[in-house]
């Protein structure tokens, strides 16, 4: 049986409709004890009624004058296992025992159950429903800091609460939170019915309007919840010393959640919200302002005895007082943003259940309808900066749009914004006519829209003025850069190959032949020459002389040709002084070479012939080119196309093993030595003379001692390859493709943002691995336009963002980056370039930041840059004026320093809000990364983009968990 206990004093206008609720009950075991306590209406009267109506109904005197003394009173004469508490004026759902009984019998172990609630305004309207899972996975840590279910919500084991004391009389309010606290500190189960059975009517009179009761009793219930309870006898050992800090914050930050509760109800009946000071242990992390913004708009719904649909027409009631809390709330940490943030919060959760029947002005935001067809200029209220309007066609809501502003809406910034929200077809109110001419409208006036000085476009160019004003005056000089310098690739054929190699030579030493790289294979050259004199020596493909000079000395006469005569004429520089060097331009593949040569040397060059068929008809020219015994001296790099197994060069060619082989293979020439090392093989062959026979090659492995530099670098792929990136370009096609999110690359830094800082052996890992599966890194121009043009993403394309702009970006993550041919984008906080990263300085020493001199010279390297706002404040947290201007002046800082326009932006922190992308674009952006996590896909908004944040607390498997899954 089921003992329901219900206190009553003065309740004549509801005590019927409780009692009511009772006899709809689904199940008949119940009895109902009704606690008149001193009332002096006719509240006895009804009572008697119903305990003459049907037995169930018993009835008590009491003279507690609180409802905990009335329940009290109830309980010490119940008989049932379960008990309920309903107050006079509350009621439950015909369903309500039924259902609550069935989830006790599931879990036998509960000591309650619960359910959700809806509150009722005086006016009979329903607020929705609200339920605290909580509960049923931590109910004492959950209850040591709130009160989340009803008093009524609740069926509870009888002989527990008689155990515990029932509620404590001597607390005017809280008395039920406190009952459920000593419940669940024995650590008993409670089970959740996920339903809104029960049903709270709000009173004008509540003691729940009473915030300073309310507070005070709260103060004493969570004191309790974190101490030990000497009430409880036989508490559950997790919970005898009282709730854990870590478990869900501490007893002051409790205290002032529910203070907040309070002091916005404090602001709904129109009064000054009670003392700031109780609001200040409140967390100031950004991702609690939304949630503080909730706890706010629930007491506001009690305060002002209003659902949400109705609060935003009550603003001119409760908005004055709801403001100057906001504006506290953001002077208690120091931060007049966290302030505009939570009241962008609240002013958005407020419209966002307005019809906008009326126009609603608020504190910052402006809710009106507007016709879609027929818009009119909208004037801006003093203090407005952002409008949240409903686009109306034929009496409905056809689109919702929420924008900054800075001035007056204009009819023809109207009808921008509709026609990028509104169909065209739809706008025309019969077919053919009307939207053509709306469309031509906005065109034809666009620019006259932006001359008016007191309209939103009129204000938004003073302030592009301003900021481009503050660039022109800035100490930092423009320069634009020099056009980078294309190295052609081994695998970049020509249909004519002297025109080819010639503009190859257009610039003065390609391959960096100086380099300790190159110097340290050309020393190895000179080693395998055969022993003894060497009278007539041949170079072919001698490009610049670079090798012909250390050559020369060697030998008695060299003949060094190219197929480029601007190679020749340097080389014939270079080598001047040299008076046994004769040069010519020569084409080895279509000429005919000099004949009876000691030696012939071929470097780095018959990667460029079309096929391995035209190998082997050149090798055998080689051949016979050669005097009998000569010597043929090959050097040429590992490429993976040969054996994707071992380190090589990326190029669509084949490479060395190939070269060495076919070369091996031709009639007279056997192998006599060979040196190889990781990246490139060394090869001597000889001309077989009549009678002679052929021996065993003579193979040297040597270590690459030099440095290799990042021209070389980029095109290897050590240890091999998984997937080359021309055949997952041949293959593969996606619909979609991960953006990597990175802050800072180092070993050290505090370790409260080691989440945001990979190590530099971590990060090449990672690189190493890109490269290795056949990734190519894109930009996010390059990403836009897939997605505007809708085409699948080619192969296996990676964006790498980092967020900051960290001096250790060009330190250690860009030489990372280029040695895998890959590239990344960064991301500037512009007023802060040169200096340090001050937003961090309370996890500890702030990190330096990359000057304008680094971000020009990695620019011209390859690296790309955006915007990451001028402050690095969160924007929701910027009036509109304040984002305006942080998006211009460090959109044209960047472009000032790399002399490329700039049309990428990240939101600082990843914080957006409903402005930021119109107005972003409005600024000169086509591309913005948000808040949202995962892959981006050719449905995303190209100004809302998604990125994967890649923590410095996580493994390289890890890391390749997060890439295959963006593969899938």
Known sequence: MISIVVPAHNAQATLARALDCLLDQEIADWEAIIVDDASTDRTPTIIAAYVERDARFRTLGSCAYSAA????????????QWLMFLDADDWVDASFLAKMLAALKTAPDAVAAYCGSRRVMPDGEFTPSSISPEVAVQPFETFARQCPIRTHAVLVDRETIVKLGGFDASLRTCEDWDLWQRLARLGKNWVMVDEPLAFYQISPNALSRNSTQMVADAEIVIARGFSPDPRVKHPASAHANGAIEANGGTASEALAWFALWNAASDCGRGSRPIHPQSLRALPVARKWMREIAKVALDGLMEGSLSVPAQLAAKWDRFGRALTELTIELGKLCGDPGRGRRIQYHLEQMLLDGDDLAAPRRLGRTLGIRVDARNPTSTELPEGIDQIYAYLMLDGRIEARAQFGVLGEVTRRHWIELILNLVPPQQLA??????????????????????????????????LTAEAQELVRSSAEPAEPLAAPRRKPAADDHDNDRTSFWNRHFANEDPWNYGSPYEQEKYQRQLEILPAGRIERALELACAEGHFTRQLAPRVGHLTATDISAVAIGRARARCSDQPNVEFGVLDFSADALPGEMDLIFCSEVLYYLDDLAELRRIAKKFAEALAPGGSFISAHAFVLRDNPERTGFDWNTFGAQAISETLAAAEGLVLEQSIETELYRIDRFRRLSPGDVATEPVIEHAPIRAPVGIGVARNVVWGGARALRRDVARSERRQRIPVLMYHSVADDGPAALARFRCTPAAFASQMAWLRANGFHAINSEQLERFIADRQPFVGRPVLITFDDGFQNFADHAWPILRANDLTAE????????????????????????MDAGTVRRLAGEGAFFGSHLATHRAIDGLSTSDLAGELLRSRMFIERWTGRPTTAFAAPYSVTDR???RLAKECGYRIGFGGRHGPADLDCDPIDLPRIEIRGDRSLDDFVAILEAALK
């Open 69 to 80: 003394g009335a329940r009290n009173s109830g309980i010490s004469t119940a008989r049932g």
């Open 915 to 917: 402005r930021l992308g």
């Open 826 to 849: 960064v991301f500037l906080v512009t007023d802060f370039v040169g200096e340090s990263a001050l937003w961090d300085a309370a996890s500890g020493p702030p990190t330096p930041l």
């Open 429 to 462: 109110p019969q077919k053919g006519a009307g939207a053509d001419a709306f469309a031509a409208e906005a065109l034809s006036s666009t620019a006259e829209s932006r001359s008016d000085r007191d309209s939103h476009f009129g204000k938004l160019a003073r």
